[in-house]
């Protein structure tokens, strides 16, 4: 069974060594804005998710990782779910041109640069440049998730 869990100060080394061992975003790994999914069995982390804040005040979903023989288990799908359950605000991400339709069930949507912040629309030009060597043929999303209004009471 896996549960979730806000990270702690000693998961920090695991969480890197996920990210690390996943191939993603290595920037700006800081525990305290992780939640880690543990194995009860092993009391391993077999997985990661955090949500961050930039310079500009955009705040990102990211560092969604799980350990390749934790995949296909939903594991990535509830730590979204719990990050999205407890962040209130518009959140932005960024992934893989392949991987966009993921987050759309989630209520994230490709974005151009008119409605980027200014730390997005960086990124983005950046990635033009990094991809063509990186992953060729790939071009880098952002997307963004507006918070869900409340229904009107009466």
């Known amino acids: 069974m896996i549960t979730l ?7 920090q080394k695991r969480i890197v060594e996920i990210i690390h061992i996943v191939g993603i975003n290595p920037m700006d790994l800081k525990w305290k804005n992780f939640i880690v999914a ?3 069995v ?4 077999v997985g990661t998710g955090q949500i961050k804040t930039h310079g500009d005040g955009s705040r990102e979903l990211a560092s969604i990782a799980v350990l390749p023989d934790y995949r296909h288990q939903g594991i990535a799908h509830r730590v979204m779910e719990y990050l999205l359950a407890h962040s209130t605000g518009t959140l932005y991400l960024t ?4 991987m966009g339709s993921l987050y759309e069930p989630f209520g994230f949507r490709v974005i151009g640069d008119d409605e980027m912040t200014p730390y997005f629309r960086r990124l983005k030009k950046l990635s033009k440049t990094l991809m063509r060597f990186l992953q060729p043929g ?3 999303l ?3 998730r507006e918070e869900p209004r409340a229904k009107d009471q009466g």
């Open 138 to 140: 790939m071009t880098l």
């Open 42 to 45: 092993t009391d391993a982390i």
């Open 142 to 144: 952002v997307m963004k």
């Open 95 to 98: 992934c893989l041109s392949t």
């Open 38 to 40: 543990v194995d009860e």
């Open 5 to 11: 869990r806000p990270a702690t100060a000693a998961d």
